[in-house]
Protein backbone atom coordinates (compact mmCIF):
# COMPACT_ATOMS: atom_id res chain seq x y z
CA UNK A 1 0.00 0.00 0.00
CA UNK A 2 1.05 3.27 -1.03
CA UNK A 3 0.17 6.33 1.55
CA UNK A 4 0.55 10.21 0.79
CA UNK A 5 2.35 12.27 2.37
CA UNK A 6 2.00 15.67 3.19
CA UNK A 7 -0.25 17.93 5.75
CA UNK A 8 -3.34 15.99 6.77
CA UNK A 9 -6.10 18.21 7.06
CA UNK A 10 -6.36 19.00 10.92
CA UNK A 11 -2.64 19.73 11.12
CA UNK A 12 -3.30 22.00 8.38
CA UNK A 13 -6.11 23.57 10.58
CA UNK A 14 -4.52 24.09 13.37
CA UNK A 15 -1.42 25.89 11.80
CA UNK A 16 -4.00 28.01 10.07
CA UNK A 17 -5.63 28.81 13.23
CA UNK A 18 -2.38 30.26 14.75
CA UNK A 19 -1.80 32.26 11.83
CA UNK A 20 -5.09 33.90 12.13
CA UNK A 21 -4.77 34.92 15.76
CA UNK A 22 -0.90 36.19 14.86
CA UNK A 23 -2.43 38.55 12.31
CA UNK A 24 -5.67 38.97 14.44
CA UNK A 25 -3.43 40.78 17.02
CA UNK A 26 -0.82 42.16 14.38
CA UNK A 27 -3.64 43.90 12.96
CA UNK A 28 -4.97 45.25 16.14
CA UNK A 29 -1.86 46.49 17.87
CA UNK A 30 -1.02 48.04 14.69
CA UNK A 31 -2.81 51.31 14.85
CA UNK A 32 -1.69 52.17 18.19
CA UNK A 33 1.78 51.70 16.97
CA UNK A 34 1.12 53.46 13.51
CA UNK A 35 -0.07 56.16 15.64
CA UNK A 36 2.33 56.69 18.69
CA UNK A 37 5.33 56.62 15.50
CA UNK A 38 3.37 59.40 13.58
CA UNK A 39 3.43 61.60 17.29
CA UNK A 40 6.78 60.38 18.17
CA UNK A 41 8.02 61.97 14.48
CA UNK A 42 6.24 64.83 15.19
CA UNK A 43 7.75 65.74 18.28
CA UNK A 44 11.28 64.52 17.27
CA UNK A 45 11.38 67.22 14.55
CA UNK A 46 9.78 70.35 16.44
CA UNK A 47 12.57 69.18 19.09
CA UNK A 48 14.72 69.66 16.01
CA UNK A 49 13.86 72.86 14.34
CA UNK A 50 15.32 75.68 15.65
CA UNK A 51 12.59 77.91 14.13
CA UNK A 52 10.24 76.13 16.32
CA UNK A 53 12.42 76.15 19.54
CA UNK A 54 12.63 80.10 19.05
CA UNK A 55 8.70 80.49 20.01
CA UNK A 56 7.43 80.89 23.30
CA UNK A 57 6.34 77.87 25.17
CA UNK A 58 2.45 78.46 24.45
CA UNK A 59 2.85 78.84 20.98
CA UNK A 60 5.27 75.95 20.62
CA UNK A 61 2.57 73.67 22.14
CA UNK A 62 -0.16 74.81 20.14
CA UNK A 63 2.06 74.09 17.09
CA UNK A 64 2.33 70.50 18.21
CA UNK A 65 -1.53 70.45 18.50
CA UNK A 66 -2.10 71.68 15.34
CA UNK A 67 0.40 69.09 13.93
CA UNK A 68 -1.23 66.20 15.95
CA UNK A 69 -4.48 67.34 14.45
CA UNK A 70 -3.51 67.77 10.67
CA UNK A 71 -2.01 64.34 11.03
CA UNK A 72 -5.08 62.80 12.34
CA UNK A 73 -3.51 61.97 15.30
CA UNK A 74 -5.24 62.03 19.11
CA UNK A 75 -3.47 61.78 22.42
CA UNK A 76 -5.28 59.11 25.06
CA UNK A 77 -5.08 62.66 27.13
CA UNK A 78 -4.19 66.36 27.19
CA UNK A 79 -1.26 66.03 29.68
CA UNK A 80 0.31 62.54 27.66
CA UNK A 81 2.76 65.13 26.06
CA UNK A 82 4.36 67.59 28.42
CA UNK A 83 6.45 70.75 27.18
CA UNK A 84 8.48 72.54 29.60
CA UNK A 85 11.34 75.20 29.82
CA UNK A 86 14.07 74.71 32.26
CA UNK A 87 16.97 77.39 31.81
CA UNK A 88 16.57 77.54 28.53
CA UNK A 89 16.01 73.84 27.77
CA UNK A 90 13.12 72.34 26.43
CA UNK A 91 11.80 68.79 27.53
CA UNK A 92 9.71 66.95 25.50
CA UNK A 93 8.10 64.17 27.83
CA UNK A 94 5.82 61.65 25.77
CA UNK A 95 4.32 59.40 28.41
CA UNK A 96 0.88 57.54 27.68
CA UNK A 97 -0.54 53.94 28.24
CA UNK A 98 -3.59 52.82 25.44
CA UNK A 99 -5.53 49.80 26.26
CA UNK A 100 -6.52 47.65 23.26
CA UNK A 101 -8.98 44.92 23.51
CA UNK A 102 -7.87 41.71 22.15
CA UNK A 103 -10.24 38.72 22.67
CA UNK A 104 -13.86 38.77 25.08
CA UNK A 105 -12.13 40.00 28.50
CA UNK A 106 -8.60 39.68 27.24
CA UNK A 107 -6.72 43.22 26.57
CA UNK A 108 -3.60 44.46 25.67
CA UNK A 109 -1.52 47.34 27.43
CA UNK A 110 0.55 48.93 25.29
CA UNK A 111 3.05 51.84 27.54
CA UNK A 112 4.85 54.24 25.19
CA UNK A 113 7.80 56.69 26.62
CA UNK A 114 9.74 59.34 25.34
CA UNK A 115 11.92 61.86 26.08
CA UNK A 116 13.00 64.56 24.18
CA UNK A 117 15.81 67.60 25.02
CA UNK A 118 16.49 70.41 23.16
CA UNK A 119 18.39 73.89 23.69
CA UNK A 120 16.40 76.78 22.83
CA UNK A 121 18.50 79.19 20.03
Known sequence: MRYQK???FLS????????????TVGFKLFS?????MT??????TTSEDPDELAKPLRQLRGDLD????????????K????VTLKEGVYHFDLAYEMRVP?????DALLTFK??????RP
Do not use: R
Request: proline residues 4%; without cysteine.
Open 39 to 44: INSIVK
Open 79 to 82: DSLQ
Open 66 to 77: KKLYINQVKLPA
Open 102 to 106: MFFNI
Open 6 to 8: GAS
Open 32 to 36: PYWDH
Open 114 to 119: EHYEAV
Open 12 to 23: TLIVLMVAGIFF
